[in-house]
């Protein structure tokens, strides 16, 4: 995995990346509406499946509002378990998003069985 530089501040690179352009495969960032998505998707799992109903609710507002992303780490903070289930939901996720990705380039994903 490379950074890719935004300017010629790594000749060598810039060499290889001309030189060898199928060799590298640039890595999407993470559109925040697929961010906002899994957080919804997690509102949803808690509120529903595992009855955190208060803290679900609350979740909810807070990611109705101008900075959702900021609400909702406020709100979590505040439910230290969901909290803790967020960074295990959150970690699945991406996991599941980086073997996908790889997949689709032909990689193989050693989380994968």
Known sequence: VLLQPTSNS?????????????RFIPIPQQDSRESYRWIESFIH???????????????SSAIAKKSPFAWFKHIL?????VQEQWHLFEKN???????AFLRENEIICKNEE
């Open 45 to 59: 799992e808690i509120g529903e499946h595992q009855g955190k109903k208060e803290a679900a609710a609350k979740l």
């Open 10 to 22: 790594d000749p060598v690179l810039m060499q290889q990346l001309d030189a060898e352009p199928d």
């Open 93 to 99: 996720i991406i996991k599941e998003y980086i073997c």
């Open 77 to 81: 903070s505040q439910y230290p378990k």
